[in-house]
Nanobody, 124 residues
Framework: QVQLVESGGGLVQAGGSLRLSCAAS????????MAWFRQAPGKEREFAAA????????YYADSVKGRFTISRDNAKNTVYLQMNSLKPEDAAVYFC?????????????????WGQGTQVTVSS
């Protein structure tokens, strides 16, 4: 099972940028597609971005497309989320996890686990 620690969140003004990191433990990190999910207060956790196991394919929710970029470094067992042009509606706790895709939808993998997440706050 992959275990994960997210970092890089913080307070930023609307229009600003943040870069999130997700450090994974376990020998088989490169075997998994990975994704970022986010959960705003009072809302369900939702998919934000995903990346294939070797990094050659990326997928985004419509709400973040063109503003967020997901990447990974398998040598460092780390996944990143570069977030630009942040909006107040991007404010949430961001989590990474192993994931799988079904059509255009992405779901957390049963072989992954949830970390503590990292808080992103966007002021207007």
């Amino acid at each position: 099972q992959v275990q994960l620690v997210e970092s890089g969140g913080g307070l930023v003004q609307a229009g600003g940028s943040l870069r999130l990191s997700c450090a994974a433990s376990g020998r088989y990190f490169s075997n998994y597609d990975m994704a970022w999910f986010r959960q705003a207060p009072g809302k369900e956790r939702e998919f934000a971005a995903a990346i294939s196991r070797n990094g050659d394919k990326t997928y985004y929710a419509d709400s973040v497309k063109g503003r967020f970029t997901i990447s990974r470094d398998n040598a460092k067992n780390t996944v990143y989320l570069q977030m630009n042009s942040l909006k107040p509606e991007d404010a949430a706790v961001y989590f990474c996890n192993a994931a799988y895709g079904v059509g255009s939808s992405w779901y957390p993998s049963p072989f992954g686990s949830w970390g503590q997440g990292t808080q992103v706050t966007v002021s207007s």
